[in-house]
Nanobody, 121 residues
Framework: QVQVMESGGGLVQAGESLRLSCTVSGLTFDDFAMGWFRQAPGKEREGISCINQSGSSVYYIASVSGRFTISRDNAKNTLYLQMNSLKPEDTAVYYC??????????????WGQGTQVTVSS
């Protein structure tokens, strides 16, 4: 059984940082490109970042590029998202997903339960 579990969300002020983690079990982690999605209240879930199996290629949507950094540790079956210079518009539930292809949510086979990130102004 595949388990995908995010952690690290919380309440921060604008300009601060958070680091999300996602641990995966039940699948061969380094066979999958891994991604982060988010869903704000009243909005569709959007893919914000994706990293290939080796970590050598990454993708970001424009609104987080330069502020967020995706990374992975295949030895620990763990995906990370370092979020700096957070803005109120980053407030959302953040989901870890496998696999990913850019921001396309239709390719995702496995979702985590999500972790809430709230950024106050």
């Amino acid at each position: 059984q595949v388990q995908v579990m995010e952690s690290g969300g919380g309440l921060v002020q604008a300009g601060e940082s958070l680091r999300l983690s996602c641990t995966v079990s039940g699948l061969t982690f380094d066979d999958f490109a891994m991604g982060w999605f988010r869903q704000a209240p009243g909005k569709e879930r959007e893919g914000i970042s994706c990293i290939n199996q080796s970590g050598s290629s990454v993708y970001y949507i424009a609104s987080v590029s330069g502020r967020f950094t995706i990374s992975r540790d295949n030895a620990k079956n763990t995906l990370y998202l370092q979020m700096n210079s957070l803005k109120p518009e980053d407030t959302a539930v953040y989901y870890c997903a496998a696999p990913c292809a850019g921001s396309d949510k239709n390719v995702v086979e496995h979702w985590g339960q999500g972790t809430q990130v709230t950024v106050s102004s």
